[in-house]
């Protein structure tokens, strides 16, 4: 971009931040917080350079980039850099997700309004329909996608042609997708949880934007306790910033951030109310494990995909959680942060059969 679309992106940028703060508009704040160039991106070096790499060459070439895979837990930003590679490559971004997507119809009828040069966004792609995935693949490969008319012996296949487009794609469970889909990708990034050092710089970023006194210790304690995640770092700074509002001068400190956070049940590792029901649901009433996440989910009173991309994650980072093939278990580490003591077998003295 030019200086002078620069600026007058970032007046825009912040008159649409400013609209959505005096509307109350959770949604739309967090929309106007995401970074808008991969220069902008904080943390994922490796995948930010690669991509920008891919964008370039297509730049260069005066073609559609290739289509791009993005893979990762909830909330590092597959969504951001969708918006990023359309705003990088001047085009116009087309958004949808996968459950939407129920029949090779509904897909057929998204393709077929595309210009060309434009981005489609699929978030969830993982949960597309099979019919729609196989209509997909001549789509990514042959931009032209079979229109079937017609049912039984008398059905007539119509080719339509579509113009270059590029497809990214965003998945939670790249393990989900189907190896043709996988293989016609021409890029594929897998997003990392973030290191507290980058979300420092994102939380001082985000209150910049949103004009909020931030003092180094309360930025660094809102970090840490946002479970490696861009999006709960935005969404504590805005829970920190009302407390700092409400119930002292304006000011987040550390203290102002340490009674907040305890306020809204976010514990010092960051772990919420779903992350510490989980381990003490394993600790406490299966005896650490293994248990099926099904039955977790259950016991929790959450849906299993809630649990399986959520919570699971981050537990297992965290080294609280362990996956094996009977099931779920609760490793030491989690018993001694809910203040138990590991149950123990005869011989050893250690935990659990896994």
């Not at 289509?67 to 909330?75: D, E, F, I, T, Y």
Request: proline letters at 7%; hydrophobic letters at 40%; charged letters at 25%.
């Amino acid at each position: 971009m030019h200086d002078d679309d620069l600026e007058i992106a970032e007046e825009q940028h912040l008159r649409s931040l400013t609209a959505a703060e005096a509307d109350g508009d959770e949604r739309a704040i967090e929309a106007a917080l995401r970074p808008r160039t991969l220069d902008e991106v904080v943390g994922q070096v490796r995948v930010r350079e690669q991509l920008g790499l891919v964008l370039e060459a297509a730049r260069r070439r005066g073609r559609a980039p290739d289509h791009v895979l993005l893979s990762g837990p909830p909330g590092l930003g597959k969504t951001t850099l969708a918006m990023i590679i359309a705003a990088e490559m001047t085009t116009p971004l087309r958004l949808t997700s996968g459950p939407a997507i129920t029949h090779a119809g509904d897909l057929a009828a998204i393709l077929s309004g595309l210009n060309e040069g434009d981005v489609l966004f699929i978030d969830e792609i993982h949960r597309m329909s099979r019919p729609a995935e196989e209509m997909l693949y001549l789509a990514m490969e042959d931009f032209r996608v079979d229109v079937v008319i017609g049912k039984g012996p008398g059905a007539t296949a119509i080719p339509l042609e579509i113009p270059p487009f590029t497809l990214v794609g965003a998945t939670t469970r790249a393990g989900l997708l189907p190896g043709p889909l996988r293989d016609r990708f021409g890029f594929t990034g897998h997003l990392e949880f973030y290191e507290p050092a980058d979300l420092d710089r994102i939380v001082h970023r985000s209150a910049g934007l949103l004009d909020v006194p931030l003092t180094d210790e309360g930025s660094a304690e809102i970090a840490s306790r946002s479970r490696g995640t861009p999006r709960v770092a935005n969404r504590l700074l805005r829970r920190v910033r009302d407390f700092a509002q409400v119930r002292a001068d304006g000011v987040v400190t550390l203290d102002v951030a340490h009674a907040t956070l305890d306020l809204y049940e976010v514990d010092r590792l960051g772990l919420d109310r779903l992350d510490r029901a989980v381990i003490d649901v394993l600790c406490r009433r299966f005896a650490g494990g293994p248990v099926g996440v099904s039955t977790l989910a259950v016991a929790v009173g959450e849906e299993r995909e809630t649990v399986e991309e959520v919570a699971e994650p981050f537990l297992v980072r965290l080294g609280f959680l362990a996956r094996t093939p009977r099931g779920r278990i609760a490793t030491p580490a989690a018993w001694h942060h809910l203040g138990l003591t590991p149950p123990r077998t005869p011989d050893e003295g250690t935990l659990f059969d896994p």
